[in-house]
Nanobody
């Protein structure tokens, strides 16, 4: 069973930046399309960024131009660089394959203060 461990969240002021990391166990990581998802209080979990095994990326309109997803297949790790954060980005952030195949990890809380 693949395990996903997210880290890097925290409290930041509006306009600030954070870099999230997701470490995945299992050798299948490199062949999977990965995604970062987020779930704000009272809202459904949504995909905000995805990256294929070859490095092609896609983003939700709400984060386009501010967030950058990347991956290091040698380290089985996917990253999310988040810039120009706004209070609307406050959520628990998770990674998983896209579409989701594995059990969710614990996520990492991102809180943006105004």
């Amino acid at each position: 069973q693949v395990q996903l461990v997210e880290s890097g969240g925290g409290l930041v002021q509006a306009g600030g930046s954070l870099r999230l990391s997701c470490a995945a166990s299992g050798s299948i990581f490199s062949i999977r399309t990965m995604g970062w998802y987020r779930q704000a209080p009272g809202k459904q979990r949504q995909l905000v960024a995805g990256i294929t095994s070859g490095g092609t990326t896609n983003y939700a309109d709400s984060v386009k131009g501010r967030f950058t997803i990347s991956r290091d297949n040698a380290k089985n790790t996917v990253y999310l660089q988040m810039n120009s954060l706004t209070p609307e980005d406050t959520a628990v952030y998770y990674c998983n394959t896209n579409p989701r195949l594995f059990t969710w990890g614990q996520g990492t809380q991102v809180t943006v203060s105004s």
